[in-house]
């Protein structure tokens, strides 16, 4: 069988296609053993730019103790009227969130039923007192008596002797002396009747004044209580609460509002137990035994975290008192720290605003304080404590301390090198280094983050923040 011929143009177009591929694989062949050397270039050295000040030593330096807490009354007092009754009358300024005066009448309860006890008590008093000047005349009148009596008796008594006498010489008869005997025993009865009387008259008088001293008690008791119809505010404050209205029954010791003084305010503070040693010991342990004078106490900065009337302020306080013993969970000391609302206001930057300085407390300037601004409760506040005075203390960022206590400084010939140090105390964003803690005078320690520290690696230190984050190692 026959196979067709394949057509001209079909070969010429299988043929040209070979071509094209043979002419791309000699060129591809030519460059690849033909391309020009790529030209070599140095590599250059970049030397890393740090912060690394030379350190100095602070001569003194007051170690300031930071904690928090919510403000509390010095003085919180329930109202609770100690009489049962109607209230006849309420003061406008008795309501919650009002402000209130030292000796201002709250409210009144209807008097009548205290006065009329009162007016009761008084007339079984004067009743009794009369009743003991009637004994006491009595008494006077009954000695009187005896004595007259006495007087009689005695008369009686001779002529009894002398009828006795006359009977025995024979001048009178038997009935003379039974008739003197008569009138003898007659005036001794009257006689003895009257002492037994006289001898009554003590146990009365006794009686009666224990009465009377009962009566007394009685009348003082009912004074008081009309007393207690008025409440007056003990403390100028601002009132809490108030459960009462005009015209309603109170019952006796039940509460009916609650008032706090606002002249004085406290804050209790939880710190760490260990930071107390940063605390002056002397002040500390006066404080512990509430001996501790105006001169003697730990003053510290109360830094409210919210604005009051549009401003920023700190007040000045000092520890008043340690609460007993630690607490149970997290072993945290209680300093309860207490600020006088009428003492001066500065002005304080906002929180956001103090920067560095926060573990020293806040910068402050003085600054006249809007009328009326107080201190007031649950506020919470930052409390800076006064603590110890250091002298050539070392204060270093406290990221550039590493983990293991060392910091990383720059040699005589600007290489890195690494140093362990002893650190005192760490806060929030310093660590405070004493004078023996291993750092000299002079020394520049790293304050920037070196993403890859080689130990002996050129560092370019600067007093400056760097212009740009460190890269790398450099050469060496």
């Known amino acids: 069988m026959m196979h067709p011929r394949p057509k001209p143009h079909v070969v010429v177009n299988v043929l040209l296609s070979l071509g094209v591929l043979a002419a791309a694989g000699a060129a591809g062949w030519y460059l690849l053993h033909h391309k020009p050397a790529p030209k070599s270039r140095a590599q250059a050295k970049v030397i890393p730019q740090v912060r690394a000040p030379a350190i100095q030593p602070l001569r003194t330096y007051r170690v300031a103790v930071v904690g928090y807490g919510s403000v509390r009354p010095r003085v919180s007092l329930k109202i609770t009227p100690e009489v049962t009754g109607r209230v006849a009358y309420k003061a406008p300024g008795f309501d919650s969130g009002k402000y209130v005066r030292a000796g201002q009448v709250l409210f009144r309860i209807d008097p009548i039923d205290y006065r009329l006890a009162r007016d009761i008590a008084d007339q079984q008093v004067k009743l009794l007192a009369a009743g003991i000047e009637k004994l006491h005349q009595e008494k006077t009148n009954l000695q009187a008596t005896r004595v007259i009596e006495q007087r009689r008796k005695d008369l009686a ?10 009977l025995a010489g024979g001048a009178a008869s038997q009935s003379n002396v039974d008739s003197a005997e008569e009138t003898y025993q007659a005036r001794k009865a009257q006689w003895q009747t009257i002492v037994n009387q006289l001898a009554l008259i003590d146990p009365q008088l006794k009686q009666l004044t224990s009465e009377k001293a009962i009566a007394q ?28 209205q005009a015209n309603e029954r109170v019952q006796a010791g039940a509460v009916c509002g609650e008032l706090y003084g606002t002249a004085v305010m406290e804050v209790p503070v939880s710190i760490p137990s260990r930071e ?135 040699d005589p010939d600007g290489r890195l090198a690494r140093k362990t140090i002893n650190v005192a105390r760490f806060t929030d964003d310093r660590a405070l280094v004493l004078a023996d803690g291993g750092i000299r005078p002079g020394d520049r320690i790293v304050q920037d983050d070196l993403t890859k520290p080689v130990l002996g690696m050129r560092v370019d230190a600067r007093d400056a923040p760097a212009s740009a984050p460190a890269t790398g190692p450099a050469s060496r």
């Open 217 to 244: 008690a009685k009348l003082a008791q009912a004074q008081k209580d009309l007393g207690r119809t008025e409440y007056r505010s003990p403390v100028t404050g601002q009132c809490r609460t108030c459960s009462i």
């Open 276 to 410: 107390l040693q940063w605390i002056d010991p002397d002040k500390l342990a006066r404080c512990r035994r509430g001996q501790a004078g105006v001169a003697d106490r730990i003053s510290a900065d109360v830094y409210p975290q919210q604005p009051i009337h549009g401003q920023w302020l700190v007040w000045r306080g000092c520890v008043e008192r340690i609460e007993a013993g630690l607490e149970a969970q997290t072993r945290m000391a209680t300093l309860v720290v207490q600020v006088h609302n009428a003492q001066t206001l500065r002005r304080a930057l906002p929180p956001a605003s103090r920067g560095p300085t926060a573990a020293s407390g806040p910068t402050t300037s003085p600054a006249t304080s809007p009328a009326g601004t107080m201190l007031d409760i649950n506020v919470f506040c930052k409390v800076v404590i006064h603590g110890k005075v250091v002298t050539n203390a070392f204060i270093l960022p406290r990221s550039a301390v590493q983990p293991d206590s060392t910091v990383y400084l720059i």
């Open 157 to 166: 008594k001779q002529k009894l002797d002398n009828a006795k006498a006359s």
